[in-house]
T-cell receptor, first 119, second 114 residues
Framework: AQKVTQAQTEISVVEKEDVTLDCVYETRDTTYYLFWYKQPPSGELVFLIRRNSFDEQNEISGRYSWNFQKSTSSFNFTITASQVVDSAVYFCALSEATGSGGSNYKLTFGKGTLLTVNP | AAGVIQSPRHLIKEKRETATLKCYPIPRHDTVYWYQQGPGQDPQFLISFYEKMQSDKGSIPDRFSAQQFSDYHSELNMSSLELGDSALYFC?????????????FGPGTRLLVL
């Protein structure tokens, strides 16, 4: 069974601080895909990034950066110079093959981390 | 860019009533997924369709059924509603059903069962 653990339930920071959200996953698959989604108070799920198991390059997009380390099964997310608008629940997810043919996929989510950025 | 459309956005029903949730995927997307998110919980996979055929079922109650139509939109039908069905229901779509395909989520339908 596949599992995603986000050990930090809630994090509170002051604006302009850097913050890292942790994600640890478990899988027996050799090929897998990891995602981060943001869920602001309005409720929608916003896609942030996808990473496949073959690509351990870190990625930076503006104030966001991701650190994927296969050796520790971690896919951590850092927000630099946080802003109030970053306040949201952040979910890490693992794409899991389902069905007898293994060709269908569903997302298994972690429990999410509630990030509050205070002015 | 066009996004996933879900309707209605909010729905209030009584126990034992039925509800139908609709999902219109991003144009050209052929795969639809349904997820249920209870209060304070993470989204849980319910069911998925690829090219109008059911591709997999998750923790979906027998009281629920779904289908994908020829225009690729999908409907989730929920009968004999229970209080515990109150949740946010998301539809997501992707181009193809492979694991590498990003699932883009709609805004969700917030269902309240009284």
């Amino acid at each position: 069974a596949q599992k995603v653990t986000q050990a930090q339930t809630e994090i509170s920071v002051v604006e302009k601080e850097d913050v890292t959200l942790d994600c640890v996953y478990e899988t027996r698959d050799t090929t897998y895909y990891l995602f981060w989604y943001k869920q602001p108070p309005s409720g929608e799920l916003v896609f942030l990034i996808r990473r496949n198991s073959f690509d351990e390059q870190n990625e930076i997009s503006g104030r966001y950066s991701w650190n994927f380390q296969k050796s520790t099964s971690s896919f951590n997310f850092t927000i630099t110079a946080s802003q109030v608008v970053d306040s949201a629940v952040y979910f890490c997810a693992l794409s899991e093959a389902t069905g007898s043919g293994g060709s269908n996929y569903k997302l298994t989510f972690g429990k999410g981390t509630l990030l509050t950025v205070n002015p | 860019a066009a996004g996933v459309i879900q309707s209605p956005r909010h729905l209030i029903k009584e126990k034992r009533e039925t509800a139908t949730l609709k999902c219109y995927p991003i144009p050209r997307h052929d795969t639809v997924y349904w997820y249920q998110q209870g209060p304070g919980q993470d989204p849980q996979f319910l069911i998925s369709f690829y090219e109008k055929m059911q591709s997999d079922k998750g923790s979906i109650p027998d009281r629920f059924s779904a289908q994908q139509f020829s225009d690729y939109h999908s409907e989730l039908n929920m009968s004999s509603l229970e209080l515990g069905d109150s949740a946010l229901y998301f539809c997501a779509s992707s181009l193809g059903s492979g694991g590498q395909e990003t699932q883009y989520f709609g805004p969700g339908t917030r269902l309240l069962v009284l």
